[in-house]
């Protein structure tokens, strides 16, 4: 069983930084392509990047240069940094190990996709 949680998040100014984090359970899942979604309120959930196992990563335009992924497999965590937040930044940021991941980034997975419970990143002006 895969159990994903997220932390980090929280109240932060525009411009500010934060970093969020992912643990994983689950002995597979350093082998899975994980990834970092976000939802605003009233919008659908969006990529905003993705890692494979070995390091490749794939960003969401508006995130170029101003997030960055991360993972450490021996952890079994990945990692958001967020750079120069924007009030449109603020969402419920989830983390994803399997599928809808594996699919972006072209790669195997076991067929399912695990969602973590999500952290609330809130920026104010």
């Known amino acids: 069983q895969v159990q994903l949680v997220e932390s980090g998040g929280g109240l932060v100014q525009a411009g500010g930084s934060l970093r969020l984090s992912c643990a994983a359970s689950?002995?597979?899942?350093?082998?899975?392509?994980m990834g970092w979604y976000r939802q605003a309120p009233g919008e659908q959930r969006e990529l905003v990047a993705a890692?494979?196992?070995?390091?490749?990563?794939f960003y969401a335009d508006s995130m170029k240069g101003r997030f960055t992924i991360s993972r450490d497999n021996t952890k079994k965590t990945i990692y958001l940094h967020t750079d120069s937040l924007k009030v449109e930044d603020t969402a419920v940021y989830y983390c994803?190990?399997?599928?809808?991941?594996?699919?972006?980034?072209?790669?195997?997975?076991?067929?399912?996709?695990?969602w973590g419970k999500g952290t609330l990143v809130t920026v104010s002006s």
């Open positions: 689950g002995s597979i899942v350093a082998t899975f392509a």
């Open positions: 994803n190990a399997g599928l809808s991941t594996a699919r972006l980034m072209d790669v195997k997975s076991d067929g399912m996709d695990y």
């Open positions: 890692i494979t196992r070995d390091g490749r990563t």
